[in-house]
């Protein structure tokens, strides 16, 4: 069954700042991977995705993630945070075919401070 | 673009009331799953339809039973409703049921059972 362990409940970083948002999932056989952002009364936003292909994808609003296969990780970056992605971030997990469901890890809030 | 409606936007019940979420997928979509997000947690997938068609069921009971209407709109029902119910309920919708395809998601409906 596909399972997916974020790492960090919360990060705090300053603005200006590099950060790194950790996922790491279980699956059986191989997988899409999801980043979603949610701001506070919002839905889920999709930042970026990996689906097949090179193993860094870049997304919106200057983010991206790598995924690493041995490693079983599809970690989120960004090399330099401002307050306004302050939100919370959640990984999530297909394993596609016949399976249609996206499972979602609990998530990582981002705090930017000035 | 509408993007994908839900109504109501608030709703406090009672236990072992009944209540009715609705959703209006994005324009274009045919398909629409419904997750429900407790507090602190990442979204937990609770069922997908297609063609008025529930297609895949998450790991909830048989409590929460859902429709899709010709007009690809859906309703999520929750008898008999349980303190532990309480969440923000969401709705996304794509195109088709492959998972690669991007999923929008709704703002939610916050439901209270007290």
């Known amino acids: 069954a596909q399972s997916v362990t974020q790492l960090d409940s919360q990060v705090p970083v300053f603005e200006e700042a590099p950060v790194e948002l950790r996922c790491n999932y279980s699956?059986?056989?191989?997988?899409?991977l999801f980043w979603y952002v949610q701001y506070p009364n919002q839905g889920l936003q999709l930042l970026l995705k990996?689906?097949?292909?090179?193993?860094l994808v870049k997304g919106i609003n200057g983010f991206e993630a790598e995924f690493n296969k041995s490693q079983t990780s599809f970690h989120l970056r960004k090399p330099s945070v401002h307050i306004s992605d302050t939100a919370e971030y959640f990984c999530a997990v297909s394993e596609g075919g016949s399976n249609y469901k996206l499972t979602f890890g609990k998530g990582t809030l981002l705090t930017v401070n000035p | 673009d509408a993007g994908v409606t839900q109504s109501p936007t608030h709703l406090i019940k009672t236990r072992g009331q009944q209540v009715t979420l609705r959703c209006s997928p994005k324009?274009?979509?045919?398909?629409v799953s419904w997750y429900q997000q407790a507090l602190g947690q990442g979204p937990q997938f609770i069922f997908q339809?297609?063609?008025?068609?529930?297609?895949q069921r998450g790991n909830f009971p048989d409590r929460f039973s859902g429709h899709q209407f010709p007009n690809y709109s859906s309703e999520l029902n929750v008898n008999a409703l349980l303190l532990g119910d309480s969440a923000l309920y969401l709705c996304?919708?794509?195109?088709?049921?492959?998972?690669?395809?991007?999923?929008?998601f709704g703002p939610g409906t916050r439901l209270t059972v007290l």
């Open positions: 699956s059986s056989v191989s997988v899409y």
């Open positions: 339809y297609y063609e008025e068609e529930e297609r």
């Open positions: 324009s274009g979509h045919d398909t």
């Open positions: 996304a919708s794509r195109l088709g049921l492959a998972v690669y395809n991007e999923q929008f």
């Open positions: 990996y689906l097949s292909g090179s193993t």
